[in-house]
C-alpha cells in the first residue's frame, strides 16, 4: 500500500484553533481471483489541532482513478475532517 498527498487545508475551529488537514489518495494492489493484479483506491485524512495529529483512512472504494480523484476534490473543498471521513465516504458511495 502506498499514498500520494493530494491536498492540504489550513482552517479555523469554531473555538478558534488553527486546524490542519491533509488528504491523501491511498493505492492499494489487489489480486483478484484470475490471478490479475489490478489498483484499488481510496483515501486518507490527516488533521493537526494543538499539536495531536489524527488520522482516518477509508480503503479500496473504487478502482476507478477519475471517481477517487473526485472524491478526493469533494473532501478537500468541504474541508473533512477524519472523525467524519466514513460517513461522507458511505454518502458518497
Do not use: H
Amino acid at each position: 500500500m502506498r499514498s500520494i498527498e493530494t491536498d492540504s487545508r489550513s482552517v479555523i475551529s469554531e473555538s478558534g484553533d488553527q486546524i490542519s488537514l491533509k488528504y491523501f489518495l491511498v493505492v492499494e494492489e489487489v489480486i483478484g481471483a484470475s490471478r490479475i493484479a489490478f489498483e484499488c483506491y481510496g483515501v486518507r485524512v490527516e488533521q493537526v489541532r494543538n499539536g495531536i495529529l489524527t488520522q482516518a483512512q477509508c480503503c479500496c472504494i473504487t478502482c476507478s482513478m477519475d471517481k477517487i480523484f473526485s472524491l478526493l476534490k469533494a473532501l478537500a473543498r468541504c474541508s473533512v475532517t477524519p472523525v467524519t471521513l466514513a460517513d461522507v465516504v458511505e454518502d458518497w458511495e
